[in-house]
């Protein structure tokens, strides 16, 4: 039976071909999309930062609330958005009295986080720090992390493209955070502006990054879900020769 383009499913929406998404940057972007994790909702599993952020508009939420500053961004990048729940990492200003903290604040997590999680640190200071390096990102690798995001730098990050992993972060600096202590692990943080929670949704590309609260996961798929076809709909209409008047009412 031939289905109809109502009853495709999101999955199936994103792997189509020109004739459902006639604009072939957007139809790539989302096709490439690597969420890494297969339970997260059809809703957004497969979408992008962009349309996360349409969702929270029709939700009546405002999607800035939940966008990192745009200070932060895509310094290594695997292809495709990268979509899962944050392992969380806080630091603070201080002296390392004891460096057993970064075993219990920074390895053990990592070590410990689920495939297709990120990693999230709040470097509780405005100045700029490698908070990482291509050693650990090596590891969050091999243990099927997706990246990284942090609001401050970070470093290797050449080594680090090359291993793939996704990186978003202020800068680049060759450095580490001397001066700084982590102090906690699967807290709540503030990173980029945005307050997260342990297991709250990272969507992350070249658009930016979006946090997702868990509370919201479930409302914004279907939100999202539906924003995907009514821009499906429009491509279809402006492959067609429609005008933007009449194919995309704002």
């Known amino acids: 039976m031939i289905k109809k383009k109502s009853d495709l499913t999101r999955r199936e929406v994103l792997e189509a071909g020109g004739a459902i998404i006639a604009t072939a940057g957007t139809q790539a972007a989302m ?3 690597s969420s890494g994790n297969a339970q997260l909702p059809d809703g957004i599993r497969g979408a992008n930062v962009s349309l996360i952020a349409s969702a929270f508009g029709k939700m009546g939420l405002d999607a800035k ?36 903290d970064i075993n219990k604040y ?24 490698s908070m990482f390096g291509d050693i650990i990102t090596q590891s969050c690798k091999q243990r099927g992390m997706l990246g990284a995001v942090t609001d401050s730098g970070c470093r290797d990050i050449e080594e680090i493209k090359n291993q793939k992993f996704s990186v978003f972060a202020k800068a680049t600096i060759p450095f580490g955070p001397k001066g700084l202590k982590p102090t906690g692990a699967n807290v709540s943080v503030t990173c980029g502006g945005v307050d997260i929670d342990p297991g709250d949704l990272i969507v992350a590309d070249f658009d930016g990054v979006i946090v997702v609260p ?20 429009v491509r279809v209409k402006v492959e067609a020769g429609e005008t933007l008047r009449s194919a995309y009412p704002y």
Do not use: R
């Open 31 to 33: 096709a490439n999309a």
């Open 65 to 100: 609330n939940y966008s990192m500053s745009p200070d932060i961004k895509p310094l290594a990048h695997s292809q495709g958005t990268i979509i899962g729940p944050a392992v969380t990492c806080k630091w603070e200003i201080g002296v390392l009295d004891d460096v057993e």
């Open 106 to 129: 920074v390895y053990d997590p990592l070590d410990m986080a689920q495939p297709g999680s990120i990693w999230v640190i709040e470097s509780g200071t405005s100045d700029i720090y």
């Open 214 to 233: 868990k509370v919201h996961v479930e409302e914004l798929s279907d939100a999202a879900a539906k924003h995907l076809e009514f821009e499906n709909d």
